[in-house]
């Protein structure tokens, strides 16, 4: 892909990214969204996190806010990301459970109220601490405590479409890792299916040799 190409979609991408924030504002329903979520998720990759959420879009320009005033930016070693990047998964299969057992226990009208209700509240009443963290590290929440991504992430594992990088043309600047606000390796990966990729294409328009394309993927190879 045209690294200009690349660079209009991230301008495009603020400007969708701005547009759901509005509709948000004024009320209007973002279900139909919702539902085609999964399974745009298994077709393209989790495009929802990276275009239209605005609690991601607030993290994106937190960072950049950041970065403008100069404040101290905590990269996360990459030993240490390997880790810690599975915690939102391990949140999403406690909520999972006690959903379960709150179901067993005390009926549906329970298991909705959960996923819904009180922890819903608590996790708006934490949500400004999260952004002002986004100040100083990439996309915390996303990264980190998210179960939605979570949820939508272990879909996008069998993606149809990603992003290819041309290990040929590629000299290794690792310009596209740093870019990432998900903290993909993407310099050392040659098809990008990880879980927490969010379609959000910065890895793209950061590569100055053009080596990085969205495009169909090779069929996942069996162990
Ligand atoms: S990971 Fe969660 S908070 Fe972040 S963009 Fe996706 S749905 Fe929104
Ligand atoms: S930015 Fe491009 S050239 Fe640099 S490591 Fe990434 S894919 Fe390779
Ligand atoms: S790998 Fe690329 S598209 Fe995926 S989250 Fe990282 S920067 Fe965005």
Redesign the pocket.
């Known amino acids: 892909m045209e690294n200009k190409t690349a660079k209009r979609i991230q301008t495009a991408r603020v400007i969708v990214q701005i547009g759901f924030l509005v509709a948000v504002i004024l009320g209007v329903s973002t279900k139909p969204f919702a539902d085609w979520m999964l399974p745009a998720a298994l077709l393209v990759g989790v495009f929802?996190?990276g275009w239209v959420?605005p609690?991601?879009a607030a993290q994106d320009w937190m960072w950049r806010l950041g970065r403008l005033l100069r404040l101290p930016q905590l990269h996360v070693p990459r030993g240490l990301q390997r880790y810690l990047q599975l915690s939102r998964y391990v949140f999403y299969f406690l909520l999972l459970t006690w959903g379960i057992a709150f179901a067993l226990l005390k009926g549906p009208y329970n298991f909705s109220k959960l996923l819904h209700g009180e922890f819903l509240t608590v996790a708006s009443g934490v949500i400004v601490l999260f952004l002002i963290a986004g100040m100083f590290i990439k996309?915390p929440?996303?990264n980190y405590f998210?179960t939605?991504?979570a949820r939508q992430g272990l879909w996008s594992v069998l993606r149809i479409f990603g992003i290819k990088r041309d290990t040929a043309k590629c000299g290794n600047c690792g310009q596209c890792t740093r870019a990432c606000p998900m903290n993909i390796d993407v310099a050392r990966t040659e098809f990008v299916r990880h879980p927490n990729c969010?379609g959000c294409l910065s890895c793209v328009a950061a590569c100055r040799r053009k080596c990085l394309n969205y495009g169909l993927m090779p069929r996942p190879k069996g162990k």
Do not use: D, N, P
């Open positions: 929802f996190c959420c609690l991601g996309r929440f996303c998210c939605g991504g969010i």
